[in-house]
C-alpha cells in the first residue's frame, strides 16, 4: 500500500512541473514569449551542464524549467513579465538562487528574446540531494546561496540553433539577463 501511494504522489508532482520546452508544433497563447540563450553551469573548474535543469520563478502550482543539453542551448517559451532563475539542479548536486538574484525581463508576447550567453559558477555550492525528487523540486527549505553568474553577449550559437529550428525568418529582441549584488 505504501508503494501505491508513493507512485501516486511521484505522479501527481511530475503533472504538477510544466516545462517551457519548445517545439515547431508548439504555439505561443497571446501571453506567451520565447527565451533563447546558451547557459554553461561549473562546479569547482568542471562543467556539469549536461542534464541540468533550470528551474524560473517560485510558484505554488508547478515550475517553469528546462533540461539543458550537454551545449547548453535553451529555447523555451515563457509568461511575458520579469522572471527569475530560482533552483538550479544538476547530477552533482543543486543550488538555490535568492529570489531576483538572476533577473529576466520579456516585456512583449509573442516576441523572441535573447537573454545571454550565461556562466554560472556554482563554486562548490552544490548541495547533494538527500530525499529524492521532492527535495530537488522544493526549494522552500533550502539554504539560498548566490553563485557567480557571468552574462555576455555573444548570441552566435543560440541565434543558430534557433534559426535552424524554426526558421531564418523569426526576429530576436535582446533581453539580457540582469545579475543583482
Not at 46 to 57: C, E, L, P
Amino acid at each position: 500500500m505504501k508503494k501505491y501511494i508513493l507512485l501516486l504522489c511521484f505522479t501527481a508532482l511530475l503533472a504538477s512541473c510544466s516545462t517551457g520546452r519548445l517545439s515547431k508544433s508548439d504555439a505561443l497563447s497571446e501571453s506567451e514569449t520565447i527565451i533563447l540563450g546558451e547557459i554553461k553551469i561549473l562546479n569547482e573548474g568542471k562543467d556539469v551542464t549536461k542534464n541540468a535543469k533550470i528551474y524560473f520563478d517560485e510558484n505554488e502550482k508547478g515550475v517553469l524549467s528546462y533540461k539543458l543539453s550537454e551545449h547548453g542551448l535553451l529555447v523555451m517559451k515563457l509568461p511575458k513579465g520579469n522572471h527569475f532563475v530560482k533552483y538550479i539542479y544538476t547530477p552533482y548536486g543543486s543550488i538555490n538562487l535568492p529570489i531576483g538574484y538572476a533577473n529576466i525581463a520579456v516585456p512583449e508576447a509573442g516576441k523572441s528574446y535573447y537573454i545571454g550567453t550565461i556562466v554560472i559558477d556554482a563554486q562548490g555550492k552544490l548541495r547533494k540531494k538527500s530525499r529524492g525528487i521532492i527535495y530537488d523540486t522544493d526549494p522552500k527549505g533550502l539554504k539560498e546561496e548566490k553563485a557567480e553568474i557571468t552574462v555576455t553577449d555573444a548570441p552566435d550559437a543560440a541565434t543558430k540553433a534557433y534559426h535552424d529550428e524554426f526558421g531564418a525568418d523569426k526576429k530576436i529582441e535582446k533581453a539580457l539577463m540582469t545579475v543583482t549584488e
